[in-house]
């Protein structure tokens, strides 16, 4: 007891003079602060809110509507983690399993897997803007979601007996809770315009914390690059702390194509500590861990080069 005391009093004198350093690095060098908060914003702005924003109003007003009586409400969760981008698969865990602890295990298996990057920033951004190799877009794709599937698969085919099986109401009525993210309620005690307003306020909410996270990781990722550190690292850095603007650091670098590709598709698998820090914002009001997320998809991530 006593040294968890110590332990948790050292981690918070850490972050103290953290912040600290933070703040003087910021007062120090504004010109490198502001250009690394415009292009955050540019990236939110222009890139974020327009491709995250409707995908997350209508998952609410779909949870609203259903989410009493999914049958399997974990394939929604696959499919919109898979397809809607970071963070749709956290939001969706915790909408609907948010405060489970009978489903745990499989909500933090879900979360961690289908927590991924959109084939639509994959192959509108990584490939068709930055890698510039559409006639690759196929095998990319493949070394990206053939690992997500195979997962996948096996935990459905492992456990089918769990995840095929009709949920009771009690099961379902033990997913939905007052603090849910997607405001959940039945329909028939609320106003259609109500439920609408309060699917977009929860929409603009969870994309505003978004944006102060991609701003913030810019800003580091803009202090890193004035760092004198070598080519590799600065790239490493770049790609572990945000995907977007470490895949455009990885693509400006003198290096070979294919060591492009293995380098953005690493990043996208490993997902960065800007989306780490979007989904830890999004599962904060629930019991479930980052940490056992990212120990899972360090875990998949080693069979990337296992694929052609």
Same mark, same amino acid.
């Given at each position: ?48 809110? /327009?491709?995250?924003? /409707?995908?997350? #109003? ?14 399997? /409400? ?52 990584? #490939? ?18 053939? /690992? ?59 994309? *505003? ?8 990781? *810019? #800003? ?28 455009? @650091?990885?693509? @400006?670098?003198?290096?070979? @194509? ?37 120990? *899972? ?12």
């Amino acid at each position: 007891m006593e040294i968890n005391m110590q332990s948790g009093i050292l981690s918070k004198n850490i972050w103290k003079i953290t912040m600290l350093l933070v703040f003087a690095a910021f007062v120090a060098a504004p010109y490198i602060t502001l250009q690394g908060a415009v292009k955050g914003v540019r990236l939110w702005f222009n890139t974020v809110l /327009p491709s995250m924003l /409707p995908c997350i #109003i209508i998952s609410n007003l779909i949870i609203n509507a259903y989410g009493r009586s999914f049958r399997y /409400p974990w394939l929604y969760i696959i499919i919109t983690g898979l397809f809607c981008g970071y963070p749709m698969g956290a939001k969706s865990c915790t909408d609907l399993y948010g405060h489970d602890y009978k489903n745990a295990c499989m909500t933090q298996f879900l979360l961690a897997v289908c927590n991924y990057s959109s084939p639509a920033f994959i192959t509108g951004y990584c #490939i068709a803007q930055t890698l510039i190799m559409k006639e690759h877009t196929l095998l990319i794709l493949a070394i990206l979601y053939i /690992p997500v599937i195979l997962f996948l698969a096996v935990e459905l085919i492992a456990h089918r007996d769990f995840y095929f099986r009709r949920p009771s109401s009690i099961d379902i009525l033990h997913n939905t809770t007052a603090k849910s993210t997607a405001v959940l309620s039945d329909a028939a005690h609320m106003p259609d315009v109500q439920c609408v307003d309060d699917a977009i306020m929860n929409g603009f909410e969870i994309i *505003t914390k978004l944006g102060g996270y991609i701003i913030l990781f *810019t #800003i580091f990722s803009e202090f890193t690059a004035s760092l004198p550190v070598g080519r590799g690292l600065h790239l490493a850095i770049c790609a572990v702390s945000e995907i977007t603007t470490g895949t455009a @650091a990885v693509c @400006a670098a003198d290096i070979s @194509a294919q060591m492009k590709v293995v380098c953005v598709c690493t990043a996208i698998a490993f997902g960065g500590l800007s989306c780490a820090a979007q989904t830890c914002s999004v599962i904060s009001h629930t019991f479930y861990s980052i940490k056992n997320t990212h120990t *899972t998809s360090l875990a998949w991530l080693q069979s990337q080069p296992l694929l052609p």
